[in-house]
């Protein structure tokens, strides 16, 4: 019995340790994460870490200087670019490594590898529409630039540098909490990172919506519900710009315009407030007599940031700003001369063509009077603990086949019709890096210039101020040029007059240089008014944030950093200025109950700031989504395009007694008040149940608002917090989104900087330097930015030094 107990024992313990080595399901190796020595207690950093040492790295040319504020900011002096840009890859590496993995994964459709079979569909739908394909193109385009090509590997070189000095113990937290290792980074992953920036800024699509809208309404009512310009816009270009220039020939539409009918996909709406605000304003409104700029571009918030600040000095540079993990260079940032920031423009670069294939095999279809021949392309995709999937893509001369079949598409993404090839902006070559490489030690308006015309996509509102005086706004990129409306609804891909018709000349693209205003700006509204010659897009972003910027720019008089800074924490509704009254208007206030009433009365002394503490806040945007939803819920039933808000405001102000308002699902025939009172009630209603009587309804606590991990790894985000602002405010705060980086930069004889990012510049969850700026982007305060002038600068704020030697 004794000898059967001990043997028992033995494997008992074997089996517990056999266990705790090995993953099961999404639960880590919990001997390995638990381990003292090696697991996540490994990850735990000091608050006070101490980077003033030397550290020998083989790769330098030359000897490097770090510099590191109170908040773990990088500011670098290098004598050479290989070593700038070699430094910026391992600093990068070492706070953010995981972030570039899994950013990198997730454009090259490689998440399967390392959390198995749940990313599958994911994966699958990057490869398919052509993410891999599109990174291939564009660091062939870049590795040909003998500047460029030399950047990327060393920032490469930098990346993998840290990589290679890693233990298991010091990998970060989510490399043990998914069991897998960091590998080495490649050129074409700076490609994907790019890739990825045109997913999130110009991947959407809405043309299997409105070619469903088209078929069951006809041109008339389309036409009508979905005009190519807004009853209310306030143009990017000041409307009456002249355009000097001569324009191309417009392309006509073709005989064959018209759209498919493809039904049976529900199509998600895009998210109001994803977007960005900038503007600069001239020194003849500034205190200082110099121009203020300022950039805030609202993008996912997560941890980590999806920027890294950093200052990087060598010969012919010096610049401070907003990098991107995984690119090197500064995005959003300033030099002692310019400044400069962008906002997406939102132009139709992404186009969807029927094809008709000769027989079932698809390896043909009918183009210009004849069957052309698809290529094919095998996508491997490795699955963690399964199997690789290999799948085979079709290629057309305009792109992808994304989706074969319906049972293809029922797996994946709901917006993409089946049996359509995709003409994507996101596939052609593009040397996109040197604008910022040039932006980065630009000294005027014209390197300004030169520099946009590298820059390809996404296309972005590139907004300028100099040391010089001048301000400028330019809505750059590559943009085809095409008939009106081209690309409005899914075309017919057998008639090449559907095609792409070449480029608009790049100093064509509208822009405009120290306007009579004083003043430029944008919000992703329309680029221009309806005289610019040129299609860029039939719909942009509603334009009330960027009518409350023009208006409070307008009338500024001695703007300061604080004056820019203030409005970018806006929360002045303009959509409640232009519809609340009409909306109390339709109210019979001798109907409402006592609840209801006193809501009436909120609503009606409301001063239309979406502060964190208003009542009035929530009860007008519950309400007028209500009354937005119920107005069209009834006749665009999920597989269609819904009109627009802005649609919807001007029926509720010219037409109140418009058939849309009436609900085809009710007997009775209804008006805009029928539908307003009902709305309003279940409005009340609703706050009633879930947060109490009037008095409780406060702004921030019916939000919800939180900064949750990248990975969404539970106990890595903010929680949930109270915070101001809405999609349709300047500060466009919605759940999971909104100002990403807050910058003003103040130029003059000595430029100063002021910025704040949602987070910390580690990726660590174990460190202080995690979260530690969270509080200042809370309060809407900025941190006035450290930009030094060598590294031997003398500063209270630097708290340590690095000396890098060969």
Not at 131 to 152: F, L, N, R, T
Not at 260 to 280: D, T, Y
Request: hydrophobic share 35%; aromatic share 12%.
């Amino acid at each position: 019995m004794k000898i059967f107990k001990a043997v028992f024992s033995c494997i008992i313990t074997v089996a517990l340790i056999w266990a705790l080595q090995h993953k099961f399901g999404d639960v880590p190796p919990i001997g390995n994460f638990l381990n003292p020595g090696s697991g996540f207690w490994a990850n735990a950093e000091s608050k006070n870490t101490d980077d003033s040492e030397e550290l020998k790295l083989k790769e330098l040319q030359r000897q490097v200087t770090i510099n590191f504020d109170e908040n773990r900011i990088p500011h670098v002096f290098a004598t050479n670019d290989h070593d700038l840009y070699f430094v910026q890859g391992y600093l990068t590496a070492r706070d953010r490594l995981w972030q570039l993995d899994i950013q990198t994964r997730s454009a090259s459709g490689r998440l399967s590898e390392v959390v198995g079979p749940k990313a599958l569909e994911v994966d699958r739908y990057h490869r398919r529409m052509g993410m891999v394909y599109g990174a291939e193109h564009a660091v062939d385009a870049m590795m040909k630039d003998p500047v460029i090509s030399k950047v990327i590997t060393a920032y490469t070189d930098g990346i993998n540098a840290y990589v290679h000095s890693l233990s298991p113990k010091n990998y970060p937290i989510e490399y043990k909490l998914l069991d897998y290792k960091p590998e080495d980074w490649k050129p074409i992953n700076c490609a994907f990172l790019l890739k990825l920036m045109s997913e999130t800024l110009a991947g959407g699509t809405n043309e299997l919506a409105m070619t469903n809208v088209l078929n069951k309404f006809g041109a008339k009512i389309t036409n009508d519900l979905f005009p190519d310009y807004p009853m209310h816009e306030s143009p990017i270009i000041p409307v009456g710009t002249k355009w000097d220039f001569k324009p191309l020939p417009v392309p006509q539409v073709p005989p064959t315009f018209k759209a498919q009918m493809l039904a049976g996909m529900r199509v998600k709406e895009k998210v109001e407030g994803i977007g960005s605000n900038n503007w600069a304003i001239s020194g003849s409104k500034t205190a200082s007599g110099y121009p203020i700029l300022a950039n805030d571009p609202h993008l996912n918030l997560t941890f980590p940031s999806i920027w890294y600040q950093m200052q990087l000095s060598a010969p012919g540079i010096n610049v401070y700003g907003a990098t991107l993990p995984g690119a090197p260079g500064v995005i959003i940032g300033y030099n002692q001369k310019i400044s400069w920031g962008v906002t997406n423009v939102d132009a139709d670069i992404l186009d969807w063509y029927q094809l008709r294939f000769k027989d079932e095999s698809r390896s043909e279809y009918w183009y210009n009077n004849k069957w052309s021949k698809v290529t094919h392309r095998i996508e491997v995709i490795k699955v963690k603990g399964q199997p690789d999937v290999v799948d085979t893509v079709r290629y057309t001369h305009f792109g992808p086949v994304v989706y074969d079949n319906a049972a293809m598409a029922k797996k994946g993404r709901d917006n993409i019709p089946v049996g359509n090839a995709l003409r994507w902006i996101a596939h052609d070559e593009s040397d996109d890096l040197k604008a910022f490489y040039l932006l980065n030690r630009g000294k005027n308006y014209n390197d300004y210039r030169e520099a946009l015309t590298y820059y390809a996509a996404p296309a972005q509102n590139f907004v300028f101020a100099s040391a010089d005086n001048d301000i400028a706004i330019t809505p750059n990129g590559k943009l085809p040029l095409k008939y009106k409306d081209q690309g409005k609804f899914i075309m017919d891909g057998s008639d090449p007059a559907n095609e792409w018709h070449g480029w608009i000349p790049n100093d064509q693209n509208p822009t405009v240089k120290n306007p009579a205003r004083g003043f430029v700006s944008s919000a992703n509204q329309s680029s221009t008014d309806p005289t610019y010659p040129y299609y860029i897009n039939w719909q942009f972003a509603p334009y009330e944030r960027g009518k409350r910027i023009n208006d409070r720019l307008s009338v500024m008089q001695k703007a300061t950093v604080d004056s820019m800074r203030v409005l970018q924490t806006d929360t002045y509704s303009i959509r409640a200025q232009d519809i609340l009254p009409a909306m109390l208007r339709q109210l019979d206030i001798t109907k409402l109950d006592a609840n209801q009433l006193k809501a009436y009365n909120i609503l009606k002394s409301w001063n239309k700031f979406f502060d964190v503490g208003s009542e009035g806040a929530s009860l007008f945007s519950i309400w007028w989504t209500k009354f937005y939803s119920e107005t069209w819920g009834d006749s665009f039933g999920g597989v269609m395009q819904l009109p627009s808000m802005d649609k919807t405001e001007e029926l509720l102000i010219k037409s109140p007694n418009s058939v849309w308002f009436d609900d085809t699902r009710t007997p009775i025939k209804e008006n805009a008040a029928d539908l307003l009172s009902r709305t309003f009630n279940t409005t009340v209603n609703e706050l009633l149940k879930q947060h109490g009587a009037p008095g409780s309804w406060q702004w921030g606590k019916v939000k919800h608002f939180e900064v949750s991990h990248l990975a969404n790894l539970p106990g890595f985000g903010s929680g949930n917090f109270a915070i101001g602002g809405t999609g349709s405010t300047v500060n466009a705060l919605t759940e999971g989104h909104g100002p990403s980086w807050r910058m003003v930069v103040q130029m003059g004889p000595e430029v100063k900087g002021y910025g704040i990012i949602p987070g910390g510049q580690s990726g660590n969850p174990g460190s202080f330097y995690y979260d530690d700026m969270l509080q200042t982007w809370k309060d809407g305060k900025l941190n006035e930015l450290l930009f030094l002038q060598s590294p031997k600068q003398k500063s209270s704020r630097i708290k340590s030094t690095l000396i890098l030697k060969k």
